[in-house]
């Protein structure tokens, strides 16, 4: 089994920045994660993609709305993933959530292609 564990959300104010971590622990070598995402859901809406990364080949995807303000990355030896997010909008206010995903060589955006999800770090950003 494998757990994730967030950090870094916070209150902000519009065209701030904050950067998210992601850590994770437990069978890892063993449980075949291949890549990880961000998710995020605000009130009263669905949970969705954000970005996701390789953790092999360090390639990512990114919904459109982020694209130019956040940066997803990792670093293996510390089993951690991060999410930099830089001019941030009330709009982008709601939980941030990690996950892990096992298919080979995919960069996956439905949270169904999941496995394993932290329990989320709220965001707020004020305008």
């Known amino acids: 089994q494998v757990q994730l564990v967030e950090s870094g959300g916070g209150l902000v104010q519009a065209g701030g920045s904050l950067r998210l971590s992601c850590v994770a622990s437990g069978r890892t070598s063993s449980a075949s994660v291949y890549g990880m995402g961000w998710f995020r859901q605000a009130p009263g809406k669905e949970r969705e993609f954000v970005a996701v990364?390789?953790?092999?080949?360090?390639?990512?995807r990114y919904t459109d709305s982020v694209k130019g303000r956040f940066t997803i990355s990792r670093d293996n030896a510390k089993n951690t993933v991060y999410l930099q997010m830089n001019s941030l909008k009330p709009e982008d206010s709601a939980v941030y959530y990690c996950a892990g995903h096992r298919t080979i060589g995919v960069l996956p955006s439905r949270v169904a292609e999941y496995r394993y999800w932290g329990q989320g770090t709220q965001v707020t950003v004020s305008s």
């Open positions: 990364i390789n953790l092999s080949s360090g390639n990512t």
